[in-house]
């Protein structure tokens, strides 16, 4: 049982190139997130997804894009990357139960764009 | 504008003492919080949570306790043990929100170093 499943961890970009960082997850939740983290700050929400087919922006949504066809994966798309989009970036899911919401997260990405 | 603050970037204790981590927070709308921790190149793990209709959940070494009217939470480790040395960070969601997924706001985080 592997939980929550990114790819690559790492990552060195050129500005101006676009990448897909891979989210796989094995727990059968419908729920899902994509999060970055800066130095010395914490989680910014980037996109979202409560099934299939259905996405939503976050806190962060700018220059990237999401997809949602099937449960188990959740890939964010960088287009034309920016230095601004170094960051450590983590996938997260949730069961989504009533009155309370525990999300799961994978070990990360961690992105230089240079 | 930070609607969950960690004002104490860093703390250490000695093996065996009391850690004391602080989190306080302005939306009144947040009604469910958890403690997540991070170790070093790895993703935050769940902790402990707690709901706004209670004021203290236990698990084991791990008590948050929520103060509604302060708007504040802490969650208390005893004992520390070396282990437990990570970054702590705070979270919560407006259940209720209505936004159709529960998203959650998280604190800059509190380093704990539990000093052997």
């Known amino acids: 049982n592997a939980g929550v499943t990114q790819t690559p961890k790492f990552r060195i970009l050129k500005i101006g190139q676009s990448m897909t960082l891979q989210c796989a997850q094995d727990?059968?939740?419908?729920?899902m997130y994509w999060y970055r983290q800066d130095p010395g700050m914490g989680l910014k929400l980037i996109y979202y997804?409560?099934?299939?087919?259905?996405?939503d922006k976050g806190e962060v949504p700018n220059g990237y894009n999401v997809s949602r066809s099937t449960t188990e994966d959740f890939p964010l798309r960088l287009e034309l990357a920016a230095p601004s989009q170094t960051s450590v970036y983590f996938c997260?899911?949730?069961?989504?139960?009533?009155?309370?919401?525990?999300?799961?997260f994978g070990a990360g990405t961690r992105l230089s764009v240079l | 504008d930070q609607q969950v603050k960690q004002n104490s970037p860093s703390l250490s204790v000695q093996e065996g003492r009391i850690s004391i981590l602080n989190c306080d927070y302005t939306?009144?709308?947040?009604?469910?919080f958890l403690w997540y921790k991070k170790y070093p190149a790895e993703g935050p793990t769940f902790l402990i949570s707690?709901?706004?209709?209670?004021d203290k959940n236990e698990d084991g070494r791990f008590t948050v306790f929520l103060n509604k009217s302060a708007k504040h939470l802490s969650l208390h480790i005893v004992p520390s043990q070396p282990g437990d040395s990570a970054v702590y960070f705070c979270?919560?969601?407006?259940?209720?929100?209505?936004?159709?997924?529960?998203?959650?706001?998280f604190g800059k985080g509190t380093k704990l170093s539990v000093i052997p």
């Open positions: 939306n009144s709308m947040f009604d469910y």
């Open positions: 979270a919560a969601s407006a259940i209720n929100s209505g936004a159709g997924s529960y998203q959650l706001t």
């Open positions: 997260a899911t949730e069961a989504h139960q009533v009155a309370k919401n525990i999300q799961y």
């Open positions: 997804s409560v099934g299939a087919g259905i996405t």
């Open positions: 707690i709901s706004s209709i209670k």
């Open positions: 727990m059968n939740h419908n729920y």
